[in-house]
């Protein structure tokens, strides 16, 4: 952010620099889904565990556990404890690929899919009052940066999937 001395770049100051105001967007982002998650006994990475094997499953895709890795960007260990958290609460199951024995398989129970079909939609509320802050043009313009920004930065990282 700063130099040693805090001195920033242009004389400005936190509230100018991106990293920190991502920070300070994300975490209040989160809050928010998390307050909304939280009369249904979910964890934020477990929202976005079930929304994306949702969409696998309306896509007629079987997803495994480094699938969901790959795309929600949240760690293995992450992922294998909220899996494991929603399988114990039978809202998801896992069993072995057919194509790797090594790879397991993760599906939605009927529980999960009404659970998910429940949550979701009020979270995507409580995000659209969170972004309907910008107009159409600015959101979209936000999408695209975050979507560039988001472009194998795991190479960047030094992280192999």
């Known amino acids: 952010m700063g130099d040693e001395r ?86 998801v199951k896992r069993i072995e690929n057919i194509d790797d024995s090594r790879a397991k398989s993760v599906y939605l129970t009927e529980s999960g899919k009404s659970l998910i079909q429940k949550v979701l939609p009020i979270v995507t509320d409580a995000e659209a009052n969170f972004f309907n802050q910008l107009n159409t043009d600015n959101r979209k313009c936000l999408i695209r940066s975050l979507q560039k920004l988001c472009m194998n930065q795991h190479e960047f990282l030094g992280i192999k999937f």
């Open 6 to 91: 805090g001195n920033f770049p242009l004389g400005t100051g936190p509230e100018e620099e991106p990293g920190f105001l991502l920070w300070k967007t994300t975490i209040t982002w989160k809050s928010i889904v998390k307050k909304v998650l939280e009369p249904h006994k979910l964890s934020h990475p477990q929202f976005v565990i079930l929304a994306l094997l949702l969409w696998f499953y309306s896509k007629r895709a079987v997803a495994t556990q480094i699938d969901l890795v790959r795309m929600s960007k949240l760690d293995k260990m992450t992922v294998s404890k909220s899996l494991k958290g929603l399988v114990d609460k039978k809202i």
